[in-house]
């Protein structure tokens, strides 16, 4: 190629980038070139090409539209916890779901998926509606939570949801509960390329005091649990009783009694809390964080966490499976 030839080909792909940009204007706020490690609780990611900040729920289905009828590639990013950015650039269209509107009728709650776990747990508590209180002082999106079927201390988000609005294909469609395939820290929701536009939750009604105090407890046992640096919360699931290969016996009571072994015990118990890699470090009083301690890299988290994975299958003949969603 010779160099008029290839000045004329970068000025072809700086108007169309232009072109392209005045287009994504009419569904949100777009930045260019934005650094993705601003936009994840872990710090870390590359740049993306264009982020587009869409607060509408109809703006978000004609976005997601367009960008399918001319082909550009695209991510969908919530809250940005439980999530690792490559750290190489994203070629494509970056879409900050910002929708946040939330109502009740009777027990039902409708909420759009860019709106905050707290919100609707908000909205339980001023309604004396019990099943949320898990999510006290748990960060993220409804969308991402739903979809990653997030939860703790016994409960999970498919243990309200009602039905889910998603797009696929070029239309908005409703599924049910049982269509969303919930299971353990995960969903149908995360294949075909669904994108959660709404929630509906049904809960129960409850005792306002009962309520409050299970929230205060929650909150009591997160204090001082979560690092002082950047991390994408639990990094790995926990294993559930019944794929244990070793001897229950041999396991603490509570464990048998909750039914799960927690990720964290078994990364504590094979030696490797405090483990770093670079500027990444499993986090010494709380195995199951990996944490982001001096400008990590995503290279830097996944090299740590095979050392990891390969401590706990020599010590436990597990394998452990990772509940942050890695981009690559």
Known sequence: MTSLQGLVSLVSLVSLMDV??????????VKTNEPLFKHTTFKIGGSARFLVIVEDREKTISLLNFLLAEGINYFILGGGSNLLFSDEDFD?????????????????????????????????????????????????????????????FGSDMASNVDRVEVWRDGEAIILSKEECDFGYRSSGLKKGGSVILRVWFKFPAGDKKEIMTKVQKNL???QGKFPPFPSAGCFFKNIKLDKWPGKKEDLPPIFLERGTVPAGWLVEQAGVGGLTVGGA?????????VINVDKATQSDVLQLVEIVREKVYNKF???LEQEVEIIK
């Not at 392209?20 to 706020?29: A, N, T, V």
């Not at 919100?119 to 409804?142: R, S």
């Not at 470090?281 to 964080?289: L, P, R």
């Open 317 to 319: 003949g597990v394998e």
């Open 92 to 152: 494509g269209v970056v879409v900050k779901i910002k929708n946040q509107k939330s109502k009740i009728i009777n027990n039902e709650i409708e909420t759009e998926a860019g709106a905050q776990l707290g919100e609707v747990l908000i909205l339980t508590l001023k309604h004396n509606l019990t099943g949320m209180e898990w999510a006290a002082g748990v960060p993220g999106t409804i969308g991402g939570a739903v979809r990653g079927n997030a939860g703790a």
């Open 20 to 29: 392209i940009y005045q287009q994504l204007k009419q569904f949100g706020r």
């Open 220 to 222: 009591q046992a997160r």
């Open 281 to 289: 470090k499993v986090d010494a009083s709380h195995c199951n964080f």
